[in-house]
């Protein structure tokens, strides 16, 4: 099968990480490069946006980021990872139920822009250390907060320790220290048990060029890339083949080809060739060009 640059949408497993699942994609269809949008701790599961190949160099076009999670919490839980992927335990009988009200207002109150402060286990990296590293050497270790914004949340269920809800947040936002505060808010502890990304951006677990049983892919079987337009929210334009050339050999363009002073898709025979950017006051330069 003969691919080229592309983004695709993957269902990673349960158990995987985000890079197993790059790994796998790019042996499988023997892709050069492959990236993902957006890391899903192993524990979790769902929706990636993976692209290939030059298309890797796009991700900073898609303004899109959020990301919807369908998440089930345990109460009177505990565990280093703030998950059920490490030893964890029962602290408490919490009987969910009884807390509905505080749990529904605490939910409620995420809505909005907040500072977060991330699971020292996590990917992040601190003088160029993973935060995990330092956790699994016991080592002390200043964790950055960042900012995050959650757009909404709604509680699905609630059935004896455990909390089910649904909850859209932005790029960066870590569910397990959301499912953390849950729980210092009720005078206890919380962890992730099941965590299920089911949306990135506009992408839905619906879209019918979701990529599924990713473990049983073999070169063999046919899959479907998704279509930048779907992901890129950039005014593009559309150019003869006779310039294909001039875009690769990175040449100004006259200003006159392009609708606003934003920066542009070029489209050429229904490829995304390049993203072209303002230079002066009659032209515009390649920001980045897809070979």
Not at 21 to 48: I, Q
Not at 156 to 164: G, H, I, K, Q, R
Not at 216 to 222: A, K
Not at 250 to 263: A, C, H, I, P, V
Request: overall charge positive; charged content about 25%; glycine content about 4%.
């Amino acid at each position: 099968m003969n691919l080229n640059s592309n983004f695709y949408l993957l269902e990673k497993p349960k158990s995987w990480t985000s890079q197993d699942l790059c790994t796998k994609f790019k042996k499988t269809y023997k892709f050069k490069k492959v990236g993902h949008s957006g890391t899903l701790d192993p524990n979790a599961e769902g929706l990636m946006l993976i692209a290939t190949n030059s298309f890797t160099k796009l991700f900073d076009y898609i303004d899109n980021t959020n990301k919807t999670y369908h998440v089930k919490a345990l109460l009177g839980f505990t565990s280093d990872t703030l998950d059920v992927d490490s030893d964890y335990k029962k602290i408490a009988n919490i009987n969910s139920n009884i807390y509905k009200k505080e749990i529904e207002n605490f939910l409620d109150n995420l809505v909005g822009d907040s500072i977060q402060t991330p699971p020292i286990y996590s990917a992040i990296k601190v003088k160029g250390k993973r935060l995990y590293k330092y956790a699994r050497q016991n080592a002390e270790v200043e964790i950055p907060k960042r900012k995050i914004t959650v757009y909404n949340t709604n509680l699905l269920s609630l059935n004896n320790e455990t909390v089910e809800f649904e909850i859209t947040v932005s790029k960066g936002a870590y569910i397990r220290s959301i499912v953390d505060d849950m729980g210092q808010s009720l005078n206890t502890k919380a962890i992730v048990k099941e965590l299920i990304r089911t949306a990135v951006g506009n992408l839905k677990s619906t879209n019918k060029n979701l990529i599924t049983n990713v473990e049983n892919l073999s070169s063999t079987d046919s899959i479907s890339a998704l279509n930048w337009s779907e992901i890129l929210e950039l005014p593009s334009i559309v150019l003869d083949s006779e310039k294909e050339k001039h875009i690769y050999n990175g040449q100004l363009l006259e200003n006159k080809y392009f609708k606003t002073s934003n920066k542009h898709l070029i489209i050429i025979d229904n490829q995304l060739k390049a993203v072209y950017e303002p230079f002066n006051e009659k032209y515009f330069k390649p920001d980045k060009v897809i070979v």
